[in-house]
């Protein structure tokens, strides 16, 4: 807000001739980011009550965004409520860092380490796996952004 706001609809325009999907994503509170102040996040839904024409899409294939489009429009606009509306059970995601470290989710701080694993030449296939299907079990329910609890990485030291 107050920053490139003024921007929504020329980006959304965007997706007029060209299919292309055009993503909103609220402002996580990551890294350098997380001193954020609130009042300077749009939410999703301030973006849909000021353009009543855009159209819900349905998409069935898992997607984090709700995907919608302008009648006429070869491309989407997606919106990716991570701040207003969690979506973290429907998240299928885990995050590789530069630095070896698996995540199972940006909303919190835990991380495996991958790479005693990787780096030794007689781990098996199934020690990996069990690694991956360790970080998967470890997902959590919720993000815990709105009780103060931020990543201390930034986003380009996780890989997103």
Excluded: W
């Amino acid at each position: 807000r107050g920053i490139n706001d003024d921007e929504i609809d020329s980006l959304i325009d965007l997706s007029r001739d060209l299919p292309v999907s055009v993503r909103f994503i609220e402002m996580m509170p990551i890294g350098n980011y997380a001193a954020y102040n609130r009042r300077q996040v749009i939410f999703s839904d301030e973006i849909l009550a000021a353009r009543p024409d855009l159209i819900p899409v349905e998409t069935g294939d898992g997607s984090v965004a709700m995907l919608f489009r302008k009648a006429g429009y070869r491309g989407t606009v997606g919106l990716i409520s991570s701040i207003s509306h969690q979506f973290c059970l429907s998240c299928n995601r885990l995050r590789l860092t530069s630095d070896g470290k698996l995540k199972p989710c940006l909303g919190r701080n835990m991380e495996i380490d991958m790479l005693p694993v990787v780096r030794n030449r007689s781990s098996s296939d199934e020690e990996l796996e069990a690694i991956i299907r360790e970080a998967i079990r470890c997902k959590p329910d919720r993000h815990t952004f709105s009780s103060g609890e931020h990543s201390a990485r930034d986003m380009r030291a996780i890989g997103g």
